[in-house]
């Protein structure tokens, strides 16, 4: 049985498995892009979720969004914009938003997650929000490299000078107003060129840093403070974040980003890259990685060259390299977008094969789940050796295609 429930209630994404009720909140601590835009995925206290509908965040933050996929894939914004944001702008995420973090004594596990192209911060909500449901607290980026299908800055627009005058001292404050200036893809004239793409890969590396930075300054008590005027104070994950057991995770791009990610920051523990997009990644990337790696792909996405480098990454470190394929599954079998639309148009936009999008997704959870618990030392009642060794019938171990 699929580990997501279905029901009749407001549309939503999958509730998730774990024991654990989710909270989720955006954060950018830098109102320019040189800042980092996230949706952190955690646990808190426990609730029933379908009796707190009220307050579950809309899975399209912003109506751009829609807008944005549109443009990525190519669609007239003002017709497919208004189609997809009828389609998908009222479905909820069952999370609880904006609140508290469980404190419960209990330090959490984390992962940064990051997007490939044309995603977003909220593209991943389903396997984001069922890796938070098991005792994780997951960052997703929002690349502001150009690959985002959709993203913002805020723009300062005036600043406003004002006098106080309680209890006759007089103080001089400086407030900043702020618009929202929305950034799209940016299409390539060649979108698979390699130089214009690890250019953006090291932009990418880096906003991956960036978060541990964040992360560790609330751990070490810094003062830290996001600049979206919400009143969700990150300092309350000091004390509750287990950064010894930090983890880098991605989509395609973010595949790739992870994998050099841990290449290059030693604080991630391992990564898990799901139908990895190769080419951003340079030669010198494949041996810098020494941290275990768990590639899993899907049946329809991958070619030849693209799995011979993933084979390549595994012969440097064969025994922490793992390389699964999901049969019945397409690129989008990773994101939400199987859950947003029905099997029809799912398969029309090839954003679902044929495996029934509850069992892919309970499938790409549990291969992280497994290796995460496995390589983060988390005691676990299985690890989904079944999954992560192949010896399931909806996995192929390595892949599906013929490389000679």
Known sequence: MPIFERDSERKHLPIGSGPYTIGCVDFMNDHTKDGVLLRLFYPTEHKDIKKCQMQWPLWLPRKQYGKGYCYFRRKNTKVFGRLFNWIGGDIYVPALWQAPVLNNGQKF??????HGLGGNRTTYTTLCSDLASQGFVVAAIEHRDGSASM???????????????KNHHHRLHRDHSFTEEWVKYERQEKEDDFHIRNKQLYHRIQECSQVVDLLESVERGEETHSVLGIHWDITQLQGKLDLSRL???????????????????????????????????EENIYKDVTQPVLLVNTEIFQWKENVKSMFYLQSINPSDTII?????????????????????????????????????????????????????????????????????DLVIKGTNLKLS
Not at 109 to 114: A, E, G, L
Not at 159 to 164: K, P, T, V
Not at 253 to 278: E, H, Y
Request: net charge neutral.
């Open 109 to 114: 596990p984390v992962i940064v997650f990051s």
């Open 247 to 281: 983890a880098v995770m991605g989509h395609s791009f973010g595949g790739a980003t992870c994998i050099a990610s841990a290449a290059k920051d030693k604080r991630f523990r391992l990564s898990v890259a799901l139908d990895t997009w190769m080419l951003p990644l």
């Open 324 to 392: 699964i394929t999901v049969k019945g599954t397409c690129h989008q079998s990773q994101t939400d977008f199987q859950f947003v639309v029905n099997a029809a148009l799912g398969r029309f936009f090839e954003l679902r094969h044929t495996l029934d999008p509850y069992i892919a997704m309970e499938i790409n959870s549990k291969s992280s789940l497994g290796f995460l618990w496995k390589h983060l030392n988390i005691p676990a009642e299985t690890y989904y050796e079944d999954i992560l060794s192949g010896n399931h």
């Open 151 to 165: 993203t913002f800055v805020l723009k300062l627009i005036e600043e406003h000078l004002h006098h106080n005058h």
